[in-house]
């Protein structure tokens, strides 16, 4: 039975079984608009929490890296009261919709982008204060300057953001319902048909999402390779 | 004054400066971090044309005298008063080269580019400035390489390159060659020379004699935070009125 659910695993990847390619493409649709997202409140942010001093920013700071380990069950449920009828947010009707999906996952990453931004600004920030103060650069010019020369850095961030949105399930499940056709994700997918059985599709999920991971992961290798190459960092 | 907003017209080496910042006054400047007394109410005044040379042994204050002259750092006690009192035209007519060269990610070019884009140049402008800036160094070649790539000495060429694009009144210098090869000093020393004959007051600070001797006009020597002489070159090298100077210059550790 095992090797059965394997070879039909292989086989619906290897002829681009349409329910399983829809199920990828909104599980890369729905990742990738959170962590673009993301990525445009938690580089600003990060910086700005580097760059300036305030008072309550070691608050703000370990707030930042506590919620970097959000558990996706919380953000789902928390997401959820949101949305719900009743919330606050109800009337837009969004609960039970990719876009609600979009939120969640946006909310769990947001952190994780935000605090690995943070760390690094700031690194650079005690290597560049000196000559951007001598330059008369302050310290809102800075930060383009710093997000930018932190590029590589940030871009491993981006890449460790969409790495946990991809592979996470409890937040999804909650605020997305699993629903067939309309939230179903590669994630939920495999909870739901390792459930009932039906191992072959869960496993061609399984296999995807394993390979989208090591390619993540290789790509976060090879910023770092470049950076090294081109920059001597 | 809109000095900048005629580069356009005007080629790089024939921009006009703006309004004279020097003298300098130093008024019993004093700065102490941690309980400690780092400099020990300095009163001293810089004028310009002459190249001063800071000596003193380790910690005696050199790097801290210059970055409160820079405005990197506020007196603690006591006032620091140029020609000029507008800020702004202070810090644009200033520039810093660090003993450590901090260089940004991005190419040789792009360092030069960054400094000018921050004091305002006209985006037309900063090409031909940076060409010759990169050239007067001889880094021209290597224009489009990463910064932070570079040799030890390249990068020191490459931040006076970026300061001297600025066209500074005062190039503060602390300790340009520490670290650095006979040869990458050499270099160095040469730049500081065309820099000085360019029209810039040279500050440095340096614990090597022999570059102290050959640039110095004048001398500032300091020993654990206070200033013991201020003379010139001349007869600080031949006739040193302080004891710990006297010592200093035989090569005794002074503690």
Sequence with gaps: MFSDAFSTAFRLIATLDPELAAIVALSLQVSLTAVGLAALIGLPLGALVAVFAFPGRGLVVALLNTFMGLPPVVVGLMVYLLLSRAGPLGELGLLFTPTAMVIAQCVLVMPIIAALTRQTVADLYEEYAD???????GPLRAIPTLLWDGRFSLLTAVLAGFGRASAEVGAVIIVGGNINHVTRVMTTTIALETSKGNLALAMGLGVILLSLALTINGAALAVQR????LQGV | MNVLGLLSTVTADDRPRAGAILPVRLEQVCFSAGGKLLLDHISLEL???????VLGPNGAGKSLLLRLCHGLLKPTAGAIHWA?????????????????PVLLRRSVAGNVAYALAARGAPRRARQEIVGRALRQVGLLELARRPARVLSGGEQQRLALARAWALRPQVLFLD???????????????????SIHRSGARI?????????ARRHADEVVFLHRGRLLE????????????????????????LA
């Design chain 1, 131 to 137: 000559q951007l103060h001598s330059l008369g650069v």
């Design chain 2, 84 to 100: 000029v009192a507008d800020d702004r035209m202070l810090r644009r007519s200033q520039a810093m080269v660090f003993q450590r």
């Design chain 2, 203 to 211: 500050i440095m600070t340096t614990h090597d004699l022999g570059q």
């Design chain 1, 226 to 229: 470049l950076a090294q190459r």
């Design chain 2, 175 to 193: 300790e340009p060659t520490a670290n650095l090869d006979p040869a990458a000093t050499r270099l160095i020393e040469d730049i500081i020379d």
């Design chain 2, 230 to 253: 201020h003379t010139p070159a001349e007869r600080f090298f031949t006739q040193p009125v302080s004891a710990e100077a006297r010592a200093f210059l035989a090569g005794e550790l």
């Design chain 2, 47 to 53: 004028n310009p044309g002459q190249r001063t040379v």
